[in-house]
């Protein structure tokens, strides 16, 4: 078996673990999703057991697993108990305003991120690079949420000029496509400069590191010897084996935004999978609880999976053990 | 593994006063590169429309556009502008005309004479089948909040095309007719009840002042004026809700004029709301009040304390309890102290506790009341029972509802000063629902929740009582054969001043026997930019988001 093949087959089990843990964890949770529809409703007992049929909260919980499974193979996740409507409708919007968020803000923190950590880590020892990476350390350990207030307090209230809330701008009537582009960019900005702000340090922290050592290996010795200029030196031979890791924390890091982005999201009321996820949870609502949790894990494991194929693709040495 | 952190080199390894200073540089660039990035931004021709279009901000988004399976207020909020009833509550509160011109109570029976020349949103004629129609779909399937008024429905018939009869099996002091969104037979026949409960609606028709403009889920829902509307058209081109998902970004947004009205102001935000240049901020009465309740399931299988069944012992936790110190305290006063199940709002159904009825902030009557019940003080400051049980009760309150955490706080040290000892525990609001309402043996002593009466009708809330509704709505498990059998001859009782006295017969009833105390009736705390709509009717329960949609109908743009 093709050790990709392999992989692969490893990644589809772990799927179908993450279903059936998912599906029983949200069922076991204390709480019966009826009692939140049917309160002050003044219903007769019948009318009950009818809505529970409606809603496949009938049968038993071997029952409904087994209903669940079958359903999501044909593509439906099922119908949501708070917004009525289908799950996959919800999130699939969802999931789409997540990914425009995650995109923006994944560019400028790895080019951004990549672009100072090389300058640090050529820097190294210098008065530039410890200002960096301190300043980059202080800005990791702030809290999204607090970044997030501060923006909207400091754009929002004080200078003004920067939209604090939503995707859009309520009621905006627009000329054209590109008036529609041009407001969403404008609502953009604050979220993504959010997770910019707190996640850059991580790819500076990472590449310089990486830069460091590579800098210090025999055949960067050998180049530097060969009297190649400064430039080529760091971005042809130092910066290309510097990059490894930072492909994989670049993929890890995506599939963590996916979800991770729920601080930003609920600042900035972006209608994404982090604000879908949270107010889910306070309905009690599990199809759209259980999807959402699978869009996340299955992120998870496709980056990773991803990583490997890139890494083995960039680095030959790299081989899996069977 | 440990490691030891290591300096990448000497000058890395401490913080000198120019690195510093480099940081302090770099981290005011970090801050102003949105600055630059807003400069840069494109110029853009967009317009916000606010021309003649009245914006709401509220907190929670709508469920549904359809009216049979929505749960939400907001929910009905907009669908009472799309779909019109066959009755309306006017700025008032008193019914008036809407799709019927009249309507006459006779007995069992309710006649409706339907208005002519009405017209669903797509054009269609609107006709006494719809009527039927939608009045047979709810009754026979339990569809929705209003199937509750409908379930004594025997026929719905047309005597001829412009007047429906709706026939019952007793006469009904409530008429449906105001709260039954009538919908259209052309677009809903063709589905099955299932197909029904599971209808999103997404492009509701109706016959109301307003048309569906467009919903972004999460975020927003806007409706057009429907020129062809039956009534006075509205002077709003249009009225629109956005959701926040923060109170303070949604005060922000009143402030900047992003919106025009804000319907629920949290208490918090009001004081930096009240005096706000342009901005008429307004607390009125509401429909809606916080109650402690006590588990008096006599069901052998309550795990609820055995002595809260007394009666006295409530009423001494009752006299215990100072309403007006929950009122100022925990509500910061945008509360006046409870007492009825009944609200103020309901204006001459309301009955009111006078002189030796008063249960309420008087210590010394709960200790002579458990005094004379054979409860005396025990050693350590609680008092027992008979055999020996101490006066001990769990209370439980939503921990997100911090006005209950902070009522059950007040009474547990009220209920201290008398013997009784109560012990808090914070739950959250699904697990206060499947704790409260567990039908198969309710495990809990006292809780600390609320109530808003979703009709103009005393028999919303004077319902929840009842022997039948414990399994429905009956939080405290209340069984009183005496309150039931009232409960019957008020809701058929079509004399206004002989309900009226059946009413408050029940209140009083109730107030006595203390399965509630009702602790606080809330404030509707409202505020508006009085710069850009004028004519709002303040109205018990509010402007908006109240029984009445008028307020939505009246008000003109400001310099009109």
Known sequence: MSPLLRRFLILLASIFAIVTFNFFLFHVIPGDPLRLIARSQHLTPEAVAHLRQVYGLDGSLLEQYVVYLNNLLHGDLGYSFSLQENVSDIVGRALVNTLLLLTCSTIIVVVVGIAIGVFAGSRHGKKSDSTTVVTSLVFWSLPTFWVGMLLVFIFGVWIGGLPISGITTPNAVYPNVFGVASDVARHLILPTLTLALVDIAFFIIITRTSLVEVMGEDYMLTARGKGLPRRRLVWGHGVRNALLPVVTASVLYISALVAGAIQVEVVFSWPGMGLLTYNSVLSRDYPVLEACFLVISVAVLVANFCADVVYRRLDPRVTVTS | ?560
């Open chain 2, 1 to 560: 593994m440990h490691t030891e952190p290591q300096p990448d080199s000497p000058e890395g390894a401490r913080l000198s006063r120019r690195t510093l200073l480099r940081t302090a540089l770099l981290t005011g660039a970090f801050l102003a590169t949105p600055g630059a990035l807003a400069a840069c931004a494109p110029a853009t021709t967009n317009s916000v429309s606010t021309n003649k279009l009245l914006r709401v901000g509220w907190k929670s988004d709508i469920d549904t556009f359809n009216p049979l399976t929505t749960v939400t207020t907001e929910a009905v909020e907009v669908q009472s502008l799309i779909y019109d009833t066959l009755m309306a509550y006017g700025l008032d509160l008193k019914p008036e005309a809407s799709l019927a011109t009249a309507a006459k109570q006779d007995g069992a029976t309710i006649t409706y004479t339907l208005r002519d020349g009405v017209t669903w949103h797509d054009g269609t004629a609107f006709t006494a089948d719809d009527v039927i129609y939608t009045f047979e779909l709810i009754a026979k399937n339990e569809l929705g909040v209003n199937a509750q008024y409908l379930v004594d429905l025997d026929t719905a018939k047309a005597t001829d095309p412009k007047t429906v009869v709706l026939t019952f099996k007793k006469p009904q002091a409530f008429d449906p007719g105001l709260v039954v969104p009538i919908l259209p037979k052309h677009i809903w026949g063709t589905k099955t009840p299932d197909e029904v409960s599971k209808f999103p609606n997404a492009d509701p028709i109706g016959t109301g002042p307003f048309t569906f403009k467009e919903r972004k889920q999460g975020q927003s829902v806007a409706l057009s004026r429907n020129e062809k509307w039956w009534g006075t058209k509205p002077a709003a081109a249009g009225a629109s809700w956005q959701v926040y998902t923060n109170d303070d970004l949604m005060a922000q947004a009143l402030k900047n004029g992003e919106v025009d009205i804000i319907p629920q102001v949290p208490p918090t935000v009001f004081a930096g709301l009240k005096d706000t240049k342009d901005l008429t901020s307004v607390s009125l009465d509401s429909f809606s009040f916080h109650h402690i309740g006590f588990n008096v399931s006599a069901d052998k299988k309550s795990k609820g304390n055995p002595l809260l069944l007394d009666k006295k012992v409530r009423q001494a936790l009752g006299y215990a309890l100072d309403r007006k110190q929950v009122a100022e305290i925990a509500y910061a006063g945008y509360a006046s102290p409870g007492g009825s199940i009944l609200m103020p709002s309901f204006g001459d159904f309301y009955w009111e506790p006078q002189g030796d009825e008063v249960i309420d902030n008087n210590p010394d009557k709960a200790n002579a009341l458990l005094d004379s019940a054979g409860y005396p003080m025990g050693p350590d400051g609680v008092r027992q029972a008979s055999d020996g049980t101490p006066l001990k009760f769990r209370i439980i309150a939503i921990a997100t509802t911090s006005t209950d955490v902070r009522t059950a706080q007040l009474f547990q040290a009220s209920a201290a000063k008398v013997g009784i000892k109560l012990d808090l525990s914070n739950v959250d609001s699904d697990t206060m629902a499947s704790t409260v309402y567990n039908t198969a043996g309710p495990d809990w002593d006292i809780f600390v929740w609320g109530w808003d009466s979703g009709v103009n009708d005393p028999s919303y809330m004077l319902g929840v009582p009842l022997t039948s509704q414990i399994g429905g709505n009956n939080d405290v498990f209340y069984s009183n054969p005496s309150y039931d059998a009232l409960y019957d001859q008020q809701a058929t009782e079509l004399d206004r001043t002989k309900r009226i006295a059946l009413v408050k017969q029940m209140q009083q009833m109730f107030y006595d026997d203390s399965a509630y105390l009702v602790a606080v009736y809330i404030k509707k705390l409202q505020s508006y930019k009085n710069t850009a709509w004028t004519g709002w009717t303040e109205t018990p329960g509010g402007m908006i988001f109240n029984f009445t949609r008028d307020n939505y109908l009246k008000v003109t743009p400001k310099g009109s």
